[in-house]
Structures are given as structure tokens and as C-alpha cells.
């Protein structure tokens, strides 16, 4: 039983510290036009529950970052580190999807 609260908690505390990115500078232009707390108790929740919790996280981040855009607010707050930059060209896409044989 040990294994499996360690494990929670060490999602809860994966969650609680990635999610922040929503509280924090990266959105704060955002922040003054779409208040963030939900968005954020949502990304934990999601981050928690869902089975990838790193892949979850970072679809929860985006959907804020749209809801921001929308709003106007443009964020760029992918990194290499960080729900990761895609450094695939349009080329290299098409060959990807639209020719996968």
C-alpha cells in the first residue's frame, strides 16, 4: 500500500509544481483578462488522473494558452525542456502524414 501512496503523491506533487506555469510570469499578461485559478485546478486535476500525467499536463497548459489567445494574448510558453517546441517543418509533416507509406 506504501508504493501506491508514494506514487500518488509524487503525482499530486509532479501536478501541483508543472501546472504553476499558469499561475505564473509565463501568463501573466493573460492573467489581468482570463483569471487563471480554474485553469490551473484543472491542469492538476487532469495532470493526476490521467495515466501520462506529463502529456496530460501539457494539454491542459495549451488549452489555457488558447483560451489566452483568444483573449488576445499571444504566449509563447513551449520550451525544449518544457511540453517541447515541435521543430517539424511543413515538409517534413506532409512526408509524415500525408505520404505515410
Same mark, same amino acid.
Request: hydrophobic content about 40%; overall charge neutral; glycine content about 2%.
Given at each position: 500500500?506504501?508504493? #501506491?501512496?508514494?506514487?500518488?503523491? +509524487? ?12 499561475? $505564473? ?5 493573460? /492573467? ?6 480554474? !485553469?490551473?485546478?484543472?491542469? &492538476?486535476? =487532469?495532470?493526476?488522473?490521467? +495515466? =501520462? $500525467?506529463?502529456?496530460?499536463?501539457? !494539454? @491542459? *497548459? @495549451? /488549452?489555457?494558452?488558447? *483560451?489566452? +489567445?483568444?483573449? $488576445?494574448? #499571444? ?5 525544449? +525542456?518544457?511540453? &517541447? ?9 506532409? #512526408?509524415? !502524414?500525408?505520404?505515410?507509406?
Amino acid at each position: 500500500m506504501l508504493p #501506491v501512496i508514494l506514487m500518488l503523491f +509524487s503525482a499530486a506533487n509532479f501536478a501541483t509544481t508543472e501546472c504553476e506555469i499558469i499561475l $505564473g510570469e509565463t501568463f501573466k499578461a493573460c /492573467h489581468r483578462e482570463i483569471f487563471p485559478d480554474p !485553469y490551473y485546478e484543472q491542469c &492538476r486535476f =487532469d495532470t493526476c488522473a490521467c +495515466s =501520462d $500525467g506529463e502529456n496530460c499536463m501539457c !494539454y @491542459a *497548459v @495549451a /488549452h489555457y494558452a488558447r *483560451v489566452c +489567445s483568444r483573449a $488576445g494574448f #499571444v504566449i509563447n510558453w513551449r520550451t525544449e +525542456s518544457f511540453c &517541447r517546441k515541435c521543430k517539424c517543418t511543413l515538409a517534413a509533416m506532409l #512526408v509524415k !502524414y500525408a505520404f505515410p507509406f
